[in-house]
């Protein structure tokens, strides 16, 4: 059993767990308070709390090492009887760690990165504002509570992806006069930032709804609360309410995480400053919904033991991660936006986490495709902030979004290069040295292994995204740097500008990155297996989840020894010849340049259809505004028009004119003719005499 | 100490002439500074009486109509207080925008005279400052006046003083539509007072239903049993359109675009903050606490109606121009929220409908002063003529931007404490009551937040993003009679927002009472 330590009352023991988020909202606090003396001073206190808050969060990994937790409450709304508390276990510990490092350096690159802009107040109070809501997610212990982080981002992302609010042409993201189903493709900050926000409130009024079934039947938001006393499960699961409420939290983390088919936001959001998107994809924001799930998945899967089947919820998951990474991977394959396509390429790799997740839940072995999700969520967090880093200098550098801008560029910035390289081949999944490998290479495994029905289309679904996100990464890296100088970067040069090499406040972060992404791969499986264990004894301790040892020890057994003992042959060798495909395609088109890529679409009518329906995006994004933007305006155009201004306003009307009418009836007896007045007063005592006769 | 409420209810209204005549002698800022400082020292003493629990005060009345109470309860003290806090730091932002506003009618009416006379009188600038002294005197009176006809009502103790403090915050509001407004002010004036006493008779013939078959107008002493069914439902219908029109429900609602079209601004914000608010408060005193069973009967219907006004005017506010009239819209949908509350019948949603009343006022009154700070610097109302002005505007663009969150619902504001705990309640009843249709209503009602989100946003997005059209260059900050209270308003939405307990604690107890939770 767990070592929990529970207290009521701020308790000093739980001082690290409450300052890991709290100290980024000081710093929010405090920054334009700062700034008042000096804007440049304000890059050193975000840092320094950045790095505070960070220090905070590895104080408690021994926690996570030792299967322990820390659990403090504090009064809230007590008139409700709601407490607010931190819950750091293994899980919360871990990915505190993840996201506060991370964004450490994500802070350390953005003093190079926003040098000089006059904004920089707001955008430091706005990314330490971030970073507090995601670790509050993090760390909380109840749903309420985790909803204030959860708007939280939601709110930061909104502020950051319109910071540069003034939608000058540069900020804009997507082909200018571009246009698909006749709406353009083509969007400013501030358009983008609502987008965003709204689009995650649609997941967010669906994980309201779920939180409020389960506090209706619970009494409790709590984590822990719920998990002690599962009786509201079972009575919810009596009146087929589970099942829906599981489905609609799973709505709040569809939103959050860009999922399908609340996907289209995570694109525009590339408006923001490359810092933001960096932090987005890598630390917070997106990865707020795997944590969700992470959270609430051992929680439902452990219901089985009260003889609650919680598989259709597990499908959702699985599938919609799966078509998610299936539907991302293609458009990313297409798109001549950098930061484009890394951000398909986060929602796609995001997907695989969710499939992980879900498939966990559908086999014998939760731990495995649990730890698998979790794992892949760690080095994503590390190369893709690298890579998007690394893609900020070379805007920062070229002056483009646009691919086909650079080019030639592997000369002039050999350090960003050189780690681009690295973080891509970990995104790519290359074999045996990125953790990248070994964290696709899990989830293949535990895809293959669960022995579900959906097991082999989900299995094939995710084979042939890691063929294409080898493809697009090859791709990128290709554009970028190999071949010619395009025409843009000449010109440039023509007026006397020369590509250099970045500021090291910038090459620094996203290279310690790069190379922890290396690092860590070499001893990757360790390192897997590490986790492994702290999840086998957490899920076993804290929801009652036994692994399952005899299937662990036949898999030990494995016909591959040494060095790869107890990895799933099947997923090796589907992993290796994903990226074996993948790559070599990427090298034809890109790198070697065997093949012109724009000729070869160009070629086949088939190839053509297929591309450009993945650059309009599978039409997805334009029937989306066709369905919820423009056609909702126009029904309330007609509707204020028609009903609003005839129909309602008519109201108005019959009273006025009865009104005007009246007392133009009134006036009319006011003649002023004396005789005319005579004659009436004449007629009322006459009938007023026979009134009184009769 | 004693009369502590009858000085908070009638001080302003017996000072008023004072307002009047420090600003006909000494000119704006005295008037303002006197209203200020009485409205605080008012404020000050009732929230200081809410600390020791329910509070009451009894005062012999007329035979007739039963003795004159003020009461301050977990009902009445939050919209009590939100009342007066509201009303006084109006006063502040009043003073810069009503010179603004009187002195461009007084140079209307002298150009109008130029012309009719043929452009040869001289205009003094004296005559100016007397124009501006003796007009924003009476404005101020008129204020007091109306900030104490919206305590009266909340704190009152019986039907007939309910009516008389409802009517009398009428007529205030009324001239200051009349004398101050824009465009068709009179008429508009009119409309304003003929719809709202129509409301206000049609509750009226509810009370005198009431009164007379139970043989008293004191709240305490009327039972509902004591009354023949048939007229008990009457009653209840009366009350309900009486105080739906003053709510501006849906399809009684066309006055108010009207009224907030042509008022000036910070009788829209008072109107909005605090008016509004007052029909919110009949509905928990009349209806749940004096019917309760009709109520049982009518909450469903009223569920419905207040989605139905949420969701209506939430889309007729994403195709407003001007940013009033968007805000008029809005200030419906916002109504609709709290009586889709008021329907919710269970303990929580109650007391979400309370405290969204609370919310709403915040974000509703810095929104206008939004609306006002603009109207003063930039002086137009059209959205599509703005944009880009976050940058010339910092501290109103974030101050709205509070604003803005608390009506959406987002944390760490308060409408988002409101929010919640409304539509939970919501929620509760429906699957207590194995409920179809209020699960469905709990579903739209949570769509029609996407609805105000978008208007929100896309408001804030062309009012203060985007390019800065290139007549407003030269756009300064509004001074700090704006700012200030905007400040202070804004830090308030979001200490509630985090601590609710400093209304729920009064408000949630009180209902469950009421609901016998």
Known sequence: M?????????????????????????????????????????????????????????????????????????????????????????????????????????????????????????????????????????????????????????????????????????????????????LVDYYSPTHSGIKAFIMTKVGDIMMLAGMFLIFAFAGTFGFRELTENTAWATTMSAQHLLIPAAVLLFGGAIG??????????????????????????????????????????????????????????????????????????????????????????????IGYMMMALGVAGLSRQFVDGYTAGFFHLISHAMFKASLFMAAGSLLHIVGSRFMTDMGGLRKYMKKTYAFMWAAGLGLMGAPFITTGFWSKDAIFAAVYESGNTWALPIFVLALITAVMTTFYTTRMIGMVFFGNKSKHVEEMEKEGYHIHEASPSMWIPYGILAVLTIGIG???????????????????????????????????????????????????????????????????????????????????????????????????????????????????????????????EGFNLVPEKTMAGGARIMQATQTGISQSYLYVFGAGILIVVLLLLI | MQFILLQAVFLPLLLSPVAYLLGKKFGPNMSAWFSFGLLLYCTTIMITSVFSGTYEEHYRWTQLFGEFGLLLDGLASPFAIIIYVVSTVMVLFSKPYMIAKITLQFEERANSQKQLIGGGTMIESSSLKNYVNNQIGAYFAL???????????????????????FEVMLIPAFFMIAFWGYEAKRRVALLFFFWTHVGAVILLLGFLAIGLNAGSFNFADIKEHGIPQNILALAAVGIIIGLGVKMAAFVVHIWLPHVYRAAPTPLNALSSGAMLGVGAYGFFRLLIMLLPGEYSHFALFLNLWGLATMMYGGIMALVQDDIRKLFAYSSISQMGYIIFGIGSASALGLSGAEMMFVSHSLGKVLLFMMVGAIVLQVGTRSITKMGGLAGKMPITAVCAMIGALTIMGVPPTSGFMAEWTMFYGVLQTAIQQGSTIRMIAFGLGLVATVITMAYVLWMIKRVFFGKLPENLENTKEANWYVTGPMMVLAGFTVVIGIYPDIFFNQIVPFMKGLVGV
Do not use: C
């Not at chain 1, 400053?273 to 439902?300: C, D, E, Q």
């Open chain 1, 522 to 648: 070499v001893v990757g499986l360790a390192f897997e297996h590490q986790i492994h264990d702290i999840f086998t004894e957490y899920l076993a301790s804290a929801f009652g989840i036994k692994s399952d040892m005899a299937n662990v020890a036949k898999e030990s057994q494995s016909v591959l020894g040494g060095f790869l003992e107890g990895v799933n042959p099947v997923a090796l060798v589907s992993s290796l010849s994903a990226f074996a495909i993948g790559f070599g395609l990427g090298y034809i088109f890109y790198i070697g340049r065997f093949v012109d890529s724009t000729k070869f679409v160009n070629s086949n009518i088939f190839f053509y259809a297929i591309h450009k329906f993945f650059l309009n995006r599978w039409y997805l994004n334009a029937l989306i505004y066709w369905g919820f933007v423009v056609a909702p305006l126009y029904f309330a155009r007609g509707v204020y028009r028609y009903f609003e201004n005839i129909v309602i």
């Open chain 2, 143 to 165: 204020f007091l006046v109306m900030a104490m006809g919206m305590l009266g009502t909340v704190l009152a103790t019986n039907l007939i003083e309910f009516y008389v403090f």
């Open chain 1, 256 to 349: 959050k995480s860009a999922q399908f088919p609340l996907n289209e936001w995570l694109l525009e959001a590339m408006t923001g400053p490359t810092a933001v998107s960096a932090l987005i994809h890598a630390a917070t924001m997106v990865k707020a919904g795997v944590f969700l799930v992470a959270r609430l998945a051992p929680l439902f899967f452990a219901l089985a033991a009260i003889g609650i089947n919680m598989d259709q919820f597990f499908e959702v998951v699985a599938w919609v991660g799966a078509i998610t990474a299936f539907l991302l991977a293609t458009q990313g394959m297409v798109h001549p936006e950098i930061k484009k396509v890394l951000a398909y390429s986060t929602g796609s790799q």
């Open chain 1, 2 to 182: 767990a070592v929990g330590s529970f207290e009521f009352g701020l308790s000093a023991n739980a001082l690290n767990a409450w300052a890991v988020w709290i100290l980024p909202f000081v710093a929010a606090v405090v920054i334009p308070g700062v700034a008042k003396f000096s804007k440049k001073a304000t890059n050193g206190v975000a840092v320094a709390f950045a790095l505070a808050s960070a220090i905070s969060a590895t104080t408690l990994l021994p926690l996570a090492l030792g299967n322990n937790e820390i659990h403090n409450q504090i009064p809230w709304i007590s008139s409700i009887g709601l407490k607010a508390g931190v819950l750091a276990d293994p899980l919360a510990a871990l990915m505190s760690n993840v996201v506060a490092w991370v964004s450490f350096l994500i802070f350390v690159y953005s003093t190079g990165y926003m040098k000089g802009d006059k904004d920089i107040t707001r955008f430091w109070f706005w990314m330490a504002f971030f970073v507090g809501s995601m670790q509050l997610i993090v760390l909380s212990d109840n749903f309420l509570q985790l909803f204030f982080g959860w708007e939280g981002v939601g709110l930061a992302s909104y502020a950051l992806v319109g910071f540069w609010y003034k939608d000058k042409k540069k900020d804009h993201v997507g082909i200018e006069g571009r246009r698909v189903l006749g």
